[in-house]
Structure formats: structure tokens, C-alpha cells
């Protein structure tokens, strides 16, 4: 294959941290902790699972309590390709020029190599001076701060065994800013919210507080007008959101929460965590209709200042559960002017908690109220991600994709392709070498010769775009991120 063309993004998340002055200091660098953290299986046998920090993701909602053996490993082994890899070096990608942390996939020094050079291969596809430093280690205590000139840590997630590390953010502050019941209280726009609290101390036999607690909350989810949406306290890429719209669904819900999610959730509730009301359950109304389902993307500095990164479209599944975005760059501006007050009132929040860092928001645009002359559109907040979202990197290559090539649109998407990368590039040879298509993340499993990746494509309209991303479907079939 001829040599790739060298990727500059429009900007970095080094230099946002920078952007009211350096954020290093004598004693050393910020870093970024890049792993997501699981509170259903340990990803690593040497990174153990959350039992403080719960997060309620595809994998905690559908795994059922008993399973067999190899498919225990099996999702153990999907969640730290995905966790530990995948994700990171999406976000190492928008880095920049500033230590990034990941976590070994395994133990084995063949695993070690084999998931450095996957990473160190996506990075070089940028221009040098913005590649991170990209740092490995199997488990947080392994960290050397000191000997590579880190002065504090801006996780991603909350792991349970970061705590005690220096941090820009405590853990406590930063899971709960992640939380759906922070967001029921935070004053922002939101669709109407209710929340079903369960008592931080179990009383009496746990056994009978626990049936006691399921059936209140499934009395309480019963009288719900539908339709309507539930979401567990920490949700990740759609996983702990469940859509009501019908008698049957309500039936369906209650059924899971009762046999598998409900009994695992408040089992996990304990001293170390009660404070943070993990198995809290958020009830809101469904928008019907909404105009369209957005993904802002925007970094608020140390001072409070909001910088507006981009505004994609939303790509879910039948389950609602993302799995890609696009963009159309010719509208970034106009989208800015629309999108502003709302990223300012969320940022001036995030910022009274002493949050400085990259934001994602999940917004449903509705048709404007009724009786209002002034004609906008309602946007109504559905989710924060205090944290690096899955669009960040889309956002930056407006300069790469439409201003340099003509390519107004793009897609970002993930895919599973029973092929090396090399194998996948080839058959999309001229795309790449022309800069029309780049890989953002990619891991290929050598023992069974599958491969797992983050694509992006641009187009010079929707219609090539969609056309564009039918070709690379009929070899890779599209998966949840």
C-alpha cells in the first residue's frame, strides 16, 4: 500500500487543557487515564472489577447470572479488547501532545506487545507533534508518576483502584457528574425526570430487604404513564436504558428487572458506595417525534470558558445503543450559533463542581412548544458524558475531510471484520491513501482472526456517504461501541 497521508486534527485536547495556560507546572505533567472501568467482570486477571464505582453498561444489563465457562471468557476477553483498547486509542487519537495511560490487555508479555504496536500503529497516522506519549501498565498501583513527569491524572472513568492517585478531579465529584440523578437535579434542560431512590442501609434479612425494595420499585415502574424511559444510575454506549412505549414492554421490563437486573444492582450496593446512590433508577418521559437526536461535543477550560467542538447526528441500534455518528462540517457553524446557550448553561455547571475537561451531551431536538411565537425548536438534554465522547475525534477533522478534500460529510462507526487491518485497508486501498477513510482504533484477536475497529469516512454529500459506508458493511458488519 502506498504511504498514508499524515492526519493534523483542527485542535487537541492538549491544547484545550492548555488553552487558559499550561495546566503542567513544576512538579509535573497532567495525564490522561484512558481505560473505562467494568463493574461486571474484571477485563484483566490482573485488573480487578469495580465494586465502588458501579457502571451499568451493555454488559451488566445482559449478562445473565449463570453462564458456562468459555462464555465467561468470552466476554471478558470482548469487554478489555473494547474497554482497554478500542476506546483508548479513539481517545489517544485526540490527544495531542501529552501523556495518555492505557491498561495491558493481559498478562502475557506476546498480549502486551501485540496491544502496544495496534495502538502505536492508529497513532501514526497523525502528524508528530500530535502524538501523545502513549504510557502502558497492567494496573493502576503500577503507575510511575514520578519517573515520567506526571503530576496528576483526568480519568475517563472511575476506577476503584485509581483512588488515592493525585487526580484533577476526585472520583466521588466525577462518577457523580456521570450520574443520571445529577443530571434530574442539575437545572438543565431535560424532559420531565423522576427518580426511584432505594434506602443507602438494607434493614433487617438481606434477603427480605431486597424483595421488599423489588417489588416498591416495580409498583412504582407499573403506574408510570407510558411511554416512558428508564435509566440505571451509570450508563455507557445505551446500555441501562430501557424504552416503554407499550403494554407489552412494561411486561417485558418487569420481567428483567425482577429475574436479573434488579437482584444483581441492589446486591452491590455496600458500605463503600451507598453515598453515591449507584442503584438509584431514573424514570423520564419519552420525547415522540424529536426532530433529530445530536451528539455535542464541546471542552470547558480550567477558567469556565466552553469551546464547541462539533454537533453530530446520532446513530443507535434497534436497542438504542450507539453506535456511530456523522456529521455535515458545512453546518458546524450555524449549529454552534443554535447550540451555544445550552453548552454554556452545562459548563457553567460542570465548572461550580470544578470539572475542566472534554464534555459530550446527548440532546433531542422537538418541535417547539406550543403557543411559542419565537419558532425554536425545543432541546431537551438526555444524557451527560463527562468525558471523552465516541464523536470527539469526528469533530476535529473538518479541516482534513471538508476544508482540504471537499468531503462536507462524514461518518464515525464501529465494525467486526473476520480480517487483519492490512487485509481491510487493502480493500479499500484508494479511500485510504487519499485520506477519505482513517482508522481511529483497531485490535485484531490472533487467535480467531477477527478484528474490531472505529472507522471514519468522508463524503461530499449524504447520498456518497451512505453509499460509502454500504460498501464497508458488506465485508464488516456494524457493532455496538
Known amino acids: 500500500m502506498q504511504e498514508l497521508p499524515q492526519i493534523t486534527l483542527d485542535t487537541t485536547l492538549a491544547e484545550l487543557y ?64 473494547k474497554y482497554l483498547s478500542l476506546i483508548p486509542q479513539h481517545d489517544a487519537f485526540a490527544a495531542g501532545n501529552m501523556p495518555v495511560i492505557l491498561f495491558d490487555l493481559g498478562s502475557s508479555g506476546e498480549t502486551f506487545n501485540h496491544s502496544k504496536k495496534e495502538a502505536e500503529r492508529t497513532i501514526s497516522n497523525l502528524i508528530a507533534a500530535q502524538r501523545p506519549k502513549m504510557l502502558f501498565f497492567s494496573i493502576p498501583s503500577q503507575i510511575s508518576m514520578e519517573e515520567h513527569g506526571i503530576n496528576c491524572l483526568a480519568t475517563k472513568t472511575a476506577f476503584d483502584e485509581v483512588e488515592g492517585l493525585p487526580l484533577a478531579l476526585d472520583l466521588d465529584t466525577h ?97 463503600s458506595n451507598a453515598h453515591l446512590k449507584p442503584a438509584t433508577l431514573i424514570l423520564s418521559d419519552m420525547i415522540i417525534n424529536p426532530i433529530s437526536d445530536c451528539g455535542l461535543t464541546f471542552f470547558v477550560t480550567k477558567s469556565g470558558e466552553c469551546v464547541f467542538l462539533s454537533l453530530t447526528q446520532q446513530v443507535v441500534d434497534s436497542t438504542k445503543a450507539w453506535i456511530g455518528s456523522t456529521i455535515s462540517y458545512t453546518e458546524q457553524e450555524s449549529f454552534k450559533k443554535r447550540f451555544t446557550p445550552i453548552m454554556n448553561q452545562i459548563g457553567a455547571w460542570l465548572s461550580g463542581y470544578g470539572y475542566y475537561g472534554p464534555c459530550g451531551a446527548d440532546i433531542l431536538e422537538s418541535a417547539p412548544r406550543e403557543g411559542d411565537s419565537s419558532g425554536l425548536t425545543e432541546l431537551n438534554i438526555v444524557d451527560l458524558n463527562v468525558r471523552t465522547s465516541g464523536s470527539l475525534v469526528l469533530g476535529l477533522m473538518r479541516t482534513h475531510f471538508s476544508e482540504q478534500r471537499g468531503l462536507h460529510k462524514a461518518s464515525s462507526f464501529s465494525i467486526t471484520a473476520e480480517m487483519s487491518r492490512d487485509t481491510f485497508m487493502s480493500k479499500f486501498e484508494r479511500r485510504f491513501c487519499e485520506g477519505r477513510m482513517v482508522i481511529v482504533s483497531w485490535y485484531e484477536d490472533s487467535e480467531s482472526g477477527v478484528s474490531y475497529g472505529n472507522v471514519l469516512i468522508g463524503a461530499p454529500d449524504g447520498k456518497t456517504l451512505e453509499d460509502e459506508v454500504a460498501q464497508v458493511k458488506e465485508i464488516a458488519a456494524q457493532v455496538c461501541f
Open 175 to 271: 462518577y457523580f457528574l456521570n450520574s443520571k440523578a445529577a443530571l434530574c437535579n442539575s437545572g438543565l434542560p431535560r424532559s420531565g425526570i423522576g427518580r426511584i431512590a432505594i434506602p443507602s442501609a438494607c434493614t433487617g434479612s438481606r434477603g427480605k430487604w431486597l424483595e421488599k425494595q423489588i417489588a416498591r420499585i416495580i409498583s412504582r415502574i407499573s403506574s408510570q404513564r407510558l411511554p416512558f424511559v428508564l435509566k440505571n444510575q451509570q450508563t455507557l454506549g445505551g446500555g441501562g436504558t430501557f424504552l416503554v412505549s407499550s403494554p407489552e414492554d412494561l411486561r417485558e421490563l418487569q420481567d428483567t428487572l425482577s429475574a436479573r437486573i434488579l437482584p444483581k444492582l441492589l446486591s452491590q450496593v455496600n458500605s
Open 18 to 81: 492548555n488553552r487558559d495556560g499550561p495546566v503542567d507546572n513544576s512538579h509535573g505533567q497532567l495525564a490522561l487515564l484512558l481505560g473505562v472501568a467494568n463493574s461486571e467482570v474484571a477485563p484483566t486477571s490482573k485488573l480487578a472489577r469495580n465494586t465502588k464505582f458501579l457502571y451499568q453498561d451493555s454488559t451488566f444489563s445482559k449478562t445473565p447470572e449463570e453462564i458456562a465457562p468459555q462464555q465467561q471468557e468470552e466476554i471478558e476477553k470482548n469487554v478489555a479488547v
